[in-house]
């Protein structure tokens, strides 16, 4: 598991050294480094952890947080591509709650550090297992429906505001992303279920974990790396909604003013 977090780690490190190079930076893109910064705290803790170093810090905060946040974020990242004046609101702070509240109980309540690794390496049928698998699931469901909305609605405005379509204004690939995120979920849950059912560690949830979670940086970064706000793209007058291109009828009279030509 080490040599596929460490490669998750240095694509993920990479990515972000190139997304804070890009000029101009979008507010996307600062969200979008966010994620990147948020998949890199959970793997430099793992590696932390699996080395018995620094347990000061990285056994005393919880990465769950960390990691049910990279779907909110998502979300405002879809959210400030799409919109006309993207930006950064207070209120979108609420966005991060659950995992705030997860956060602060794997500081005030002894042993959580117990019960995030129990759930990796010996997964058990107990009421904080399920506790947590209930959290994260219902919070996870909610913000991939709040981003499958949002997307739809735009892809439903399209017509209205462009004369073609690509990738880089559907946001079909967000779609991907989407439920390449959910996957990692979805096979690292059944991972755990069997080794409950068979009660022996069959499956290495946490191995599945970071193969996925390094599909997922890779892919976001990718795309993300390329992926302009819509309404703000530099040197896109393509990208730009036919209403807003307006054409300079003083200009083009001055023009043809000399010529013979009506």
Not at 108 to 125: L, N, S
Not at 184 to 189: A, C, F, K, R, Y
Request: charged share 15%; hydrophobic share 50%; net charge positive.
């Amino acid at each position: 598991m080490e040599i596929v977090s460490y490669i998750a780690l240095s694509q993920t490190l990479f990515a972000i050294i190139l997304l804070a190079s890009k000029r101009p930076k979008w507010v996307n893109d600062k969200i979008l480094i966010g994620m990147l910064v948020c998949i890199a705290w959970i793997i430099i803790g793992s590696l932390f952890r699996s080395a018995n170093k620094m347990d000061f810090l990285f056994k005393k905060f919880n990465l769950v947080p960390f990691a049910i946040s990279l779907i909110p974020l998502l979300y405002l990242y879809v959210r400030t591509s799409i919109n006309e004046n993207p930006r950064f609101r207070k209120r979108d702070i609420l966005h991060f709650s659950v995992p705030v509240l997860v956060l602060l109980e794997s500081i005030v309540v002894p042993g959580m550090y117990e019960i995030e690794e129990g759930m990796y390496h010996a997964p058990k049928m107990d009421v904080s297992n399920i506790i947590y698998a209930g959290v994260s699931l219902i919070y996870i469901v909610v913000y991939i429906v709040f981003i499958f909305r949002k997307i739809r609605h735009h892809q439903e405005e399209l017509p209205n505001l462009f004369s073609f379509t690509s990738s880089r204004i559907t946001f079909n690939w967000i779609k991907i992303v989407t439920l390449l995120f959910v996957l990692n979920w979805v096979i690292t849950g059944l991972a755990m279920m069997i080794n409950v059912s068979i009660e022996n560690q069959l499956i290495d949830p946490g191995l599945i974990f970071f193969i996925n979670l390094a599909l997922f940086s890779f892919a976001i970064s990718y795309f993300g790396f390329f992926q302009p706000s819509i309404f703000f793209a530099p040197k896109s007058s393509e990208l730009i909604p036919e209403a807003r291109q307006k054409p300079n009828i003083d200009q083009d009279k001055a023009k043809y003013k000399k010529s013979s030509l009506t």
